[in-house]
Nanobody, 123 residues
Framework: QVQLVESGGGLVQAGGSLRLSCAAS????????MGWFRQAPGKEREFVAV???????YYADSVKGRVTISRDSAKNTVYLQMNNLKPEDTAVYYC?????????????????WGQGTQVTVSS
């Protein structure tokens, strides 16, 4: 049974930083693409970043240069470091594990999702 548990969300002022964590159990994070998505109130869940099985990373244009996805294989954990946060980054952030190894931005290609962690950025 695969389980993804996010943590690290919270309230931060604009310009601040947060590091989200996603602890995985049941499947090794290094063998599958691991992604982060977010969902703001009234909006669809959108792609933020993904870590390919071979270490390549991809980011949404809206966060490029401010966000870094990484993983610790020994801890089976994926991280999302977010810097220079903006009010428009306010959302529930979800960690997800893809069906395959290749990076994808498509929600329907992810089999497992965490429960989400709230990030609120005040202006």
């Amino acid at each position: 049974q695969v389980q993804l548990v996010e943590s690290g969300g919270g309230l931060v002022q604009a310009g601040g930083s947060l590091r989200l964590s996603c602890a995985a159990s049941g499947r090794t994070v290094s063998r599958y693409a691991m992604g982060w998505f977010r969902q703001a109130p009234g909006k669809e869940r959108e792609f933020v970043a993904v870590f390919n099985w071979n270490g390549s990373t991809y980011y949404a244009d809206s966060v490029k240069g401010r966000v870094t996805i990484s993983r610790d294989s020994a801890k089976n954990t994926v991280y999302l470091q977010m810097n220079n946060l903006k009010p428009e980054d306010t959302a529930v952030y979800y960690c997800a594990q893809a069906r395959g190894r290749r990076a994808t931005m498509r929600r329907d290609e992810y089999d497992y999702w965490g429960q989400g962690t709230q990030v609120t950025v005040s202006s």
